[in-house]
């Protein structure tokens, strides 16, 4: 099998450790992963501010770039949504406004080879447990796009369970958005900033020392949100902590 990791900007730029420990955590489950050094934006931020022409050469250059592999994992549900949701509403938009079928032609091979990183472990290499050590009380904050778009389920939490050494609590409201939601965020700051509140008291109230999810953007927006309420809580993204071993333990 021939995979390849697509990073997304974010971790990209922000967050690298999360890539490094999604390679560390694939290849100690015997799986080698390529990392496409051609791979750019996938178009999610322009497509949901309205952009969506200008999203079309970005999901061509994700097809270009990632069509000659078996699987595609990415460590980003809210990405691995924009493939798997809307590159075929891209290509049925471009069809009926006349344009032809050859978008939607081109983005169909990479759209059902696309995996968010939880679902790649248990649906595709079939295993929970991955030999993980975290020795920590971990809450797990299901973002909407894994939940809503991606149907991610227990999946997430069926590793965490998994993992030696972690004791994993229950988020109250786990299921509400924690209002980040990209350039929602920026065009409704009080409203956002006012559901990140929300969250973090609910994720501060489980006496948890981390709290987990499975997309940087959201763990940003809740970061900053627990930085200033001064909730003495970490953020952590989950393939960090599947990548921690008794050898090699994560922070």
Do not use: W
């Amino acid at each position: 099998m021939r995979v390849a990791l697509f990073l997304t900007c974010v971790n990209d730029t922000l967050y690298p450790d999360t890539g490094r420990a999604a390679v560390r955590l694939l290849n100690r489950l015997g799986v080698d992963v390529d990392f496409p050094v051609g791979q750019t934006c996938c178009g999610q931020a322009h497509y949901n501010t309205g952009y969506r022409h200008e999203a079309e050469p970005l999901a061509r250059r994700y097809a270009e770039v990632f069509g000659g592999y078996d699987a595609i994992v990415t460590p980003s549900g809210s990405c691995g949504a924009m493939v798997r949701e809307l590159y075929p509403r891209m290509g049925e938009r471009a069809r009926a406004e006349g344009y032809g079928d050859t978008l939607a032609a081109t983005l169909a091979p990479v759209v059902p080879k696309t995996y968010e990183l939880t679902e790649f472990l248990v649906d595709v290499l079939g295993v929970t447990d991955v030999g993980a050590y975290y020795p920590h009380t971990v809450t797990y904050h299901p973002t909407c796009h894994g939940l809503r778009v991606l149907g991610l389920g227990d999946r997430p939490r069926r590793l965490l369970r998994a993992v030696k050494g972690l004791e994993l609590v229950e988020l109250p409201g786990a299921e509400e958005c924690c209002g980040f939601g990209g350039t929602f965020a920026l065009k409704n700051p009080e409203v956002s900033a006012a559901m990140g509140a929300d969250k973090v008291r609910n994720a501060a109230s489980t006496g948890a020392e981390v709290l987990c999810a499975a997309d940087n953007s959201c763990l940003m927006h809740i970061g900053g949100t627990m930085t200033r309420l001064r909730t003495g809580m970490r953020p952590v993204h989950i393939a960090e902590i599947l990548a921690s071993t008794e050898e090699e333990p994560a922070a």
